[in-house]
């Protein structure tokens, strides 16, 4: 399954560099997004060296989800596409 990042999770002051909101393409509500959870996330650099993740909740009520990654993810990463494998596909 593809999804897009959204933007990094973050606060009033404080933003997570390996935390990200995750737009998915095929889902469309909460329930959907739930099923996801513990789900793996890839993100591929153009270089194509991989950040690993994983799905650890919902976020909001239209189908996005918070991904959570092995180490931060640069700027560049905004609006570029991930692959969501494993557990809820």
């Not at 997570?16 to 737009?23: D, G």
């Not at 976020?59 to 494993?86: K, M, W, Y």
Request: glycine share 14%; with cysteine.
């Amino acid at each position: 399954m593809k999804g897009k990042i959204v933007n990094y999770r973050g606060g009033k002051r404080t933003q997570y560099s390996n935390q990200m909101v995750v737009s998915l393409s095929e889902s469309k509500n909460k329930d959907d997004a739930v099923k996801l959870i513990g789900s793996k996330v890839e993100w591929k650099t153009e270089t194509d060296k991989k950040i690993a993740g994983k799905v650890s909740r919902a976020h909001g009520n239209n189908g996005c989800v918070l991904a959570r990654f092995n180490r931060g993810l640069p700027g560049q990463s905004l609006g570029t596409d991930v692959e969501i494998t494993g557990k809820g596909n």
